[in-house]
């Protein structure tokens, strides 16, 4: 805007109020001493001649629509930061739906698969073994124990890699291992024949310790099953209940366990048959324990002990169905 338009937006003002423009005259007064750079004082806003009273006025409004302009502007930017907040908070609550639901279906898929593997077992038990006059010879078994030869400790991804000498065809991702003569047992994260140490163990429980010349043991599925029987379920204590803010479900405290609880997990509150999945765990927070959408029947409150079911695999379906 130049200086002609400016006096003539300051021409078209004259019948505002002449308080604002005194009061914005006698604050430059102020600000100066009333003086001006010689020492001479400056002239007060009864002796300020016509013309000049008349650029205060433009003066004045130029401000004014500049701070209306700006006021405006930042109107607006805060009108979109809230709305993307509102999106930021809609795709945080569809991601935890969606994960419930895979959660959900994973769990649907392993206990169908068991159920399958259950039935052609009893039907493998109710058939009748046929006798023939020359019984074959029965091929020996294959080896169910290796060799520890080497072993490196991968700090990054928090697991072992192990080299064997012998044995390693038995083995496949998810098997179960345990040192020979001990009780405690890993799961064999990856298998790759073709590396120098090809069995990956993640994350192995502190009690599951090997080291070169061990022989490890590959335990079957009914030796994990009859484990799993004897087994108590490890138990966390509620100490705190909240709910979500945005209604998906509730946050949980606990007093002691928090490191066996992981997200997909299955918990249940001891002494019923209310049974809802972990949604997700963050060990800093004050509630790490997040469960989004539980079935209504799932209602903890501090003081109730829950119970970590056994994982798929190990007997789950017959735990919650």
């Not at 030869?149 to 065809?169: F, H, I, P, S």
């Amino acid at each position: 805007m130049n200086v002609g338009t400016g006096a003539g937006i300051g021409l078209g003002q004259l019948e505002r109020d002449q308080r604002e423009v005194k009061r914005l005259h006698d604050a430059f007064l102020e600000a100066l001493d009333r003086h001006d750079g010689t020492g001479s004082p400056l002239p007060e806003w009864e002796d300020v001649p016509p013309r000049e009273r008349q650029a205060w006025r433009a003066v004045d409004v130029l401000v004014r629509l500049r701070v209306e302009r700006a006021e405006t502007q930042l109107d607006l930017v805060r009108s979109e930061r809230d709305a993307l907040v509102s999106q930021v908070q809609a795709l945080r609550s569809q991601v935890r739906f969606h994960e419930v639901l895979r959660s959900q279906d994973d769990l649907e898929a392993t206990r169908a698969k068991l159920e399958l593997e259950a039935l052609r077992g009893a039907r493998q038990r109710q058939a009748t073994p046929t006798h023939s006059a020359h019984p074959e010879k029965e091929s020996a078994p294959a080896p169910r124990t290796l060799k520890v030869t080497g072993l490196v400790e991968d700090k990054a991804a928090g697991g072992l890699y192990l080299a064997v000498e012998r044995g390693l065809e038995v083995l496949h991702p998810g098997a179960t291992v345990r040192v020979q003569g001990t009780a405690a047992t890993a799961e064999v994260t990856d298998v790759m024949p073709e590396e120098e140490t090809p069995i990956f163990i993640a994350s192995p429980d502190a009690a599951f310790t090997v080291k070169a010349g061990d022989v490890l043991e590959v335990v079957t599925d009914e030796e994990q099953s009859a484990v799993a029987d004897s087994t108590p379920l490890v138990t966390v204590k509620v100490t705190a209940v909240a709910p979500d803010e945005e209604g998906g479900g509730f946050y949980l405290a606990v007093e002691r366990g928090l490191r066996e609880v992981h997200q997909g997990d299955a918990v249940r509150i001891q002494g019923t048959d209310m049974v809802a999945v972990v949604t997700g765990v963050e060990p800093t927070t004050p509630l790490p324990i997040f469960i989004g959408y539980p079935p209504p029947s799932f209602a903890p409150k501090e003081g109730d002990v829950l119970e970590l079911l056994q994982k798929p695999g190990d007997g789950l379906p017959a735990l919650i169905a």
